[in-house]
């Protein structure tokens, strides 16, 4: 079993910044891939961002160029740094880890962007 518990949400301006954390306990040597995904009301859960274990990275078309995702091995936890942040980005947002077998979720974490 894989543990996340995510950090750092809020409410922020737009044009501001937050950092999300997302912190993994158990058998993280399991894990293939983490990401972040995050599920707006009346939507569907959509990846924002993605890591690989080698650090390649992956982001959705509207987080290009303005979110990055990253990973400290040594803490067990991974990060979003989102800058320019815009209304439409509101959601809650959720750390995913995965394999060939089984998918893990962390519990969500509210980001609210004001116009």
């Known amino acids: 079993q894989v543990?996340?518990?995510?950090?750092?949400?809020?409410?922020?301006?737009?044009?501001g910044s937050l950092r999300l954390s997302c912190?993994?306990?158990?058998r993280i040597s399991s894990?293939?891939?983490m990401g972040w995904y995050r599920?707006?009301?009346g939507k569907q859960r959509e990846l924002v961002a993605a890591i690989g274990t080698g650090g390649s990275t992956n982001y959705a078309d509207s987080v290009k160029?303005?979110?990055?995702?990253?990973r400290d091995n040594?803490?067990?936890?991974?990060?979003?740094?989102?800058?320019?942040l815009k209304p439409e980005d509101t959601?809650?947002?959720?750390?995913?880890?995965?394999?060939?077998?089984?998918?893990?979720?962390?519990?969500?974490?509210q980001v609210t962007v004001s116009s």
Not at 3 to 15: D, M, N, R, T
Not at 74 to 84: D, I, R
């Open 3 to 15: 543990q996340l518990v995510e950090s750092g949400g809020g409410l922020v301006q737009a044009g």
């Open 39 to 41: 599920q707006a009301p």
């Open 23 to 26: 912190a993994a306990s158990g």
């Open 74 to 84: 040594a803490k067990n936890t991974m990060y979003l740094q989102m800058n320019s």
């Open 91 to 109: 959601a809650v947002y959720y750390c995913w880890a995965g394999n060939n077998y089984y998918d893990y979720w962390g519990q969500g974490t």
């Open 65 to 70: 160029g303005r979110f990055t995702i990253s």
């Open 31 to 33: 894990i293939n891939v």
